[in-house]
Nanobody, 115 residues
């Protein structure tokens, strides 16, 4: 079992920044590939960014150059730094990982970009 807890969402103006955190339980974090997804009502959940256990990152085209993803294995935490936020980034953001044949999700954190 892996428990994921997101934090850091909120309301910001266009052009602003937010940093989302995802804390994972357990001692296996160091070998987990981690990802962030987002979802808006009526749409499918979409992959935003991912980071492997060897720190390789990948991003959706819509966020490349604006979002960065890092991990701190000493804190069992991944960080999604979101800069130059746009109204279309508004969504519930979920942290996720695969382990032992199952996919695990956090509870989600709301990000709203509005003036």
């Amino acid at each position: 079992q892996v428990r994921l807890v997101e934090s850091g969402g909120g309301l910001v103006q266009p052009g602003g920044s937010l940093r989302l955190s995802c804390a994972a339980s357990g001692s296996i974090f160091v070998i987990l590939n981690m990802a962030w997804y987002r979802q808006v009502p009526g749409k499918e959940r979409e992959l935003v960014a991912s980071i492997t256990s060897s720190f390789t990152t990948d991003f959706a085209d819509s966020v490349k150059g604006r979002f960065t993803l890092s991990r701190d294995n000493t804190k069992n935490t991944v960080y999604l730094q979101m800069n130059d936020l746009k109204p279309e980034d508004t969504a519930v953001y979920y942290c996720s990982t695969n382990w032992g044949g199952g996919r695990y999700w956090g509870q989600g954190t709301q990000v709203t970009i509005s003036s």
